[in-house]
Structures are given as C-alpha cells and as structure tokens.
C-alpha cells in the first residue's frame, strides 16, 4: 500500500488520510518511540490486510490519550465527539436497551481511532447487519506466567487438530502478549449462546482430555503451571483483540494473523511490533488467513455430541 504523504495544517497538525492528526509527533509508545504519526502511518499501510477482520464489527476501545504508560481505560460505547470517518451503529444490550457502539470501515477511520488516543480495538465475532448471527469464535489460550512459550503453540496445534476431528477448520494469530487465539469462522445460522455453549463444552472436553494442562476457570490459583482456554471470549457482548491491532504495552506487539506452517517455538510474539509487521505485509504474496470467509461450516448435531452436549 502507498502511504500518503502528511499534509500539515495549521501550527503542527498534520493531515493522514483526510484526517486531522493534532500533536503528530506524540510519543505513544516511549520504550521504541513510537509516535502518533507513526501510529496512524501503520495502520494506512496494513488496512488492506487488516479490514477484511474488523470491518462492520462493533468494537470496544481502549483509549490511551496520553500514550503506553499513561492512564489508559476501555470504552464500549461511541460518543458524538469521535472523528466523522468512524462508524456508529446501534446495537440492543443484553437488557433490550439500545446503545451506540462504534465501528471502522476503512483506512482512514482507523487513523480517526489513533486521532482519539485509541490504542486497542477489540472486536465483535459478529457484525453489525445480523448481529444475533455470529460469524466465527475464539479459543484463546491465556498461559500462565510459568508457561513456556512451547507449550502454547504446542497447545494452538492440539485446539487445531481437535476442530479438525469434529469437521471445523481454523486459523490462528498471535494476541500482542504471550497467548495466542485460534479463530474458526461461522455460516451466521448459530446464535450467541448456541456458539458459547459449545465452545465451552469445546474446552472442558479438551481439559478433561488433557489433565493438568489447560483450565477453564480464570482464578490465579487454579491456573497455575496450566493453558486458561477463555470460551468467554464467545458471549454476546464480548470481544477480543483485533488482527493486526497494537496493543497497549511497552513492546507494542501487533495481533499478527499466521499460516499454521509459520507457528513455532523460535517465533517470538514480542517482535511483530507495528515497523516489523509493516515490512512483513510488504513481503506476503497473499493473506495467512487466505480462505478465511470462503470457509462455509457451521457447528452440527454430531459435533455438539462429540464434546459431549446433549
């Protein structure tokens, strides 16, 4: 992708993409120095890889205004003082009650979401057209500070190879921290408890298969040593970090989408900071995750049997 060169505005504001950047050269990120402009520059540069998984997926932020070390806090719902190239759409609460979430549907509303000091997004695994119809689901393997880096991918194959044996395919990517995240798209004919549902009997069968080496209970002393697979992740209202997206710590590490064959021990998840993700789009001939949406699955009678529901 070309990059645009910055327009400057008046006093030091710069243009990317139609969209004013104030204070362009911010540090967001003050280990590598990485600032607001080179921020919003990696996202125009990755948005052709990166639209296909956030686009029209209502997202809950995290908004850092004053950079990596700063006080940071999530946001779920839009407001009106957003920049005009980010969506907002309406979406009901588990409650009923309708409220503004926002969304992105091109390059330019991703540099409109680096303009309001957002350095998550966390998206939807559904979209916001038929969005009781969710269109893929999440395991996330959380390790343990104990777990080694091994075990993790070598945790992502047997998640993989388990999906295989019930008839889903999946992809995987690495989550800017030291888990990973193994994403199996949907036909949209599932609703949200039908899909959490199984993917919590998904990953209990999986623990029971595999004794002392994953758990699906979230407290501290329970996961010691252990993988935390988080099929909570797949409720309604939930999210999870989007492909490509930086996250919020010193390293900044990116959510890098990968062919199953580049997933190893010698990757380090802490090196696809946004310069390294940019020079590694330039070389791809085509997407890791190429087949993603041509995938037509969905999760049948005999699957649900085979994770024991009934």
């Not at 939807?124 to 091994?150: G, H, Y």
Request: charged share 30%; net charge positive; glycine share 8%.
């Amino acid at each position: 992708t070309r990059r645009t060169s910055p327009r400057r505005g008046k006093g030091e504001d710069t243009e990317v993409l139609g969209v004013r950047l104030t204070s362009p050269e911010k540090v967001l990120y003050p280990a590598l120095g990485i600032t607001k402009l080179e921020l919003a520059h990696y996202y125009e540069t990755v948005a052709p890889w990166m639209l296909p998984y956030i686009a029209d997926r209502p997202l809950t932020l995290v908004r850092c205004p004053d950079g990596v070390g700063g006080e940071c806090f999530y946001q779920k719902h839009g407001d009106q003082h957003f920049h005009e190239s980010i969506g907002r759409t309406l979406i009901a609460e588990n409650d009923g009650e309708e409220k503004v979430y926002t969304y992105v549907d091109s390059a330019a509303a991703l540099v409109g979401m680096v303009q309001m000091g957002v350095i998550e997004l966390h998206t939807s695994n559904a979209r916001r057209d038929r969005f009781e119809r969710p269109d893929r689901f999440v395991i996330d393997l959380d390790p343990a500070k104990d777990v080694p880096w091994t075990r993790t991918v070598d945790s992502a194959f047997q998640v993989r190879d388990f999906l295989a044996e019930l008839g889903l395919d999946s992809w995987v990517k690495t989550t800017g921290g030291k888990g990973l995240h193994v994403v199996v798209p949907l036909s949209r004919r599932q609703r949200w408890d039908e899909v959490k549902d199984f993917t919590k009997a998904f990953s209990t069968d999986l623990s029971v298969r595999n004794p002392g080496k994953y758990v699906t209970r979230a407290t501290i002393a329970a996961r010691k040593g252990k993988i935390f697979i988080d099929y909570l992740r797949n409720g309604r209202g939930a999210t999870s970090i989007s492909a490509f997206c930086a996250r919020s710590r010193p390293t900044a590490a990116v959510s890098v989408p990968l062919r199953w064959d580049e997933l190893d021990a010698k990757l380090d998840p802490d090196a696809f900071t946004p310069e390294a993700v940019i020079r590694r789009v330039a070389r791809l001939k085509r997407d890791p995750w190429d087949g993603f949406y041509a995938s037509k699955q969905s999760i049948t009678r005999a699957m649900r049997a085979a994770v024991g529901m009934r």
